[in-house]
């Protein structure tokens, strides 16, 4: 929770005092007396371990960035796009809220087949909480408005920080991806592994490394691994992950299904652009 459930004004257990007095306190399977050997607070406990839980299994930045939704200061998206996007990964719709025609808060409904302890969450359509977003509206970076930032506030540059790396397939039927944890190239419409990837700014140059270590151009070809040691040094322009002063990066295929393609810098039938979708800050909040 000091993770993932913060108060926006630093007063968390306020904030968590506030949550379970206002939701933990309406669920009946959470009354003491529906425990077996009960202690004290362990329906406490229950609550915000569930909710946790949950939130865990709803990235929703990465159901959104799958679709090539990403935060955006200049960009708007269709309400339709991201409500089907927020429905491909779960078969079952989300509910979205906007405030000034922003994207502000986003609704996931389950029933519940048990105890909000140990039942089934079975994830469901909405139910009494419809969708108030204009057809187009605005899916801003956290922490900054419509309005131009102060300097102080600008968010770092693409490739530096946490994200995903997108992969864009310059050809006629333009398909959207994103590189895994080694590096390579996969379908984001049908897989689910994209990876975070950390991005450390070295002079003019970036550094990139996911989970599975440091990432490198080996043979043309681009690798992330704990064996490499030496890490290459990659740049910005103008928001694409440019090699050698080149943002054009080539694959033999474009991957379908569970399929990988390599991703090199040296010439191949299928062309590449490889850009960066910031990963911000997690956070819960309910009402």
């Known amino acids: 929770m000091d993770t993932y459930w913060k108060d926006e004004g630093g007063q968390d257990e306020s904030f968590w005092e506030h949550e379970w007095g206002k ?3 309406c669920y009946s399977t959470l009354d003491p007396s529906c425990y077996v050997n009960y202690t004290p607070q362990e329906e406490v406990v229950d609550f915000f371990q569930r909710t946790v839980d949950l939130f865990m299994e709803l990235n929703t930045y990465k159901f959104l960035a799958h679709a090539g939704i990403v935060p955006s200061a200049t960009k708007n998206y269709t309400s339709v796009e991201v409500l089907a996007a ?7 719709n989300a509910s979205i809220q906007c405030s000034d ?4 808060e986003v609704y996931y409904f389950y029933d519940v087949a048990g105890t909000i302890a140990e039942g089934k969450f079975v994830p469901q359509n909405p139910v009494g909480e419809s969708s108030d977003c204009p ?25 530096v920080g946490e994200g995903y790396v997108l992969v864009e397939a310059k050809h006629a039927a333009r398909e959207v991806g994103c590189l895994n944890g080694a ?12 990876a975070v990837f950390a991005g450390k700014a070295s002079g003019n140059a970036v550094i990139l490394a996911s989970t599975k270590g440091l990432c490198s151009v080996h043979n043309s070809e681009i690798k ?6 030496s890490p290459s040094l990659f740049h910005d322009v103008t928001g694409n992950l440019a090699y050698n002063n080149k943002t054009k990066f080539y694959a033999t295929a ?3 299904g569970p399929k990988l393609s390599t991703v090199y810098t040296s010439k191949h039938s299928k062309a590449l652009g490889l850009t960066w979708a910031a990963l911000k800050g997690p956070g819960l909040t309910t009402r």
């Open 183 to 194: 590096g390579a190239f996969i379908s984001s419409v049908s897989n689910t592994s994209c």
């Open 254 to 256: 474009i991957p379908a």
């Open 101 to 104: 025609g922003q994207l502000d």
């Open 23 to 25: 939701h933990g306190t």
């Open 135 to 159: 057809a187009s509206l605005q899916y801003l970076p956290k922490n900054i408005s419509s309005a131009p930032v102060a300097n102080d506030t600008i968010p770092p540059p693409p490739f």
């Open 224 to 229: 992330c691994g704990s064996d490499i040691t």
């Open 86 to 92: 927020l429905n491909k990964p779960r078969g079952v």
